[in-house]
């Protein structure tokens, strides 16, 4: 079964960074794709990032060159780098690990979520 635990998040002004972890389980880690969703308040929950298991990355046009998703297979972690943050990139931020095709994922499941706060 899938287990994610997400950690990093906190408050950070605007122009700031953070990074986000995420401890995935499990034998199929490796094979999975990866991806980063985040939902904030009153808005649908929407894909930020996805990584393959070749290591391909896709990013939300709202991210793109701020954001960098990446994978430590050794560590069953994947991580997602946040620069230049904005206001509007407040959020709750989940992890999941699922499968990639046609160019799209599909989530097998979500963590529990960590809180990103923009704000000055």
């Known amino acids: 079964q899938v287990q994610l635990v997400e950690s990093g998040g906190g408050l950070v002004q605007p122009g700031g960074s953070l990074r986000l972890s995420c401890a995935a389980s499990?034998?199929?880690?490796?094979?999975?794709?990866l991806g980063w969703y985040r939902q904030a308040p009153g808005k649908e929950r929407e894909l930020v990032a996805f990584?393959?298991?070749?290591?391909?990355?896709n990013y939300a046009d709202s991210v793109k060159g701020r954001f960098t998703i990446s994978r430590d297979n050794a560590k069953n972690t994947v991580y997602l780098q946040m620069n230049s943050l904005k206001p509007g990139d407040t959020a709750v931020y989940y992890c999941?690990?699922?499968?990639?095709?046609?160019?799209?994922?599909?989530?097998?499941?979500w963590g529990k979520g960590t809180l990103v706060t923009v704000s000055s």
């Open positions: 990584i393959t298991s070749g290591g391909v990355t």
């Open positions: 499990g034998s199929i880690f490796s094979i999975a794709a």
């Open positions: 999941s690990l699922g499968t990639d095709y046609s160019e799209n994922y599909y989530p097998n499941g």
